[in-house]
């Protein structure tokens, strides 16, 4: 029997670098073999306003045939 289940968790966080205010979002997927992380950056007055975009991209991924949504 082959059971395929995916893990996945967010995180949101906000710090200083060499760009000032930083903000970012991580996705980390795990399966039965692999560890997936991608991650999003940018200044943080401009999180809000790419982040629906993003979302959109990272609900376009698929993992083999199981989508990630």
């Known amino acids: 029997m ?3 289940k995916i ?3 967010d995180l949101i966080y906000t710090y ?3 760009l000032g205010p930083t903000k970012s979002k ?10 997936f992380k991608i991650i999003f950056t940018t200044q943080t007055d401009e999180f809000h306003k790419f ?5 959109k991209i990272i609900d376009s991924f698929q993992i083999g045939t199981t989508k990630l949504d």
């Open 2 to 4: 082959n059971s395929s």
């Open 26 to 35: 991580e996705i980390m997927i795990r399966n039965n073999t692999d560890l």
């Open 16 to 18: 200083y670098s060499n």
């Open 7 to 9: 893990f996945g968790k």
């Open 51 to 55: 982040l629906p975009n993003i979302n």
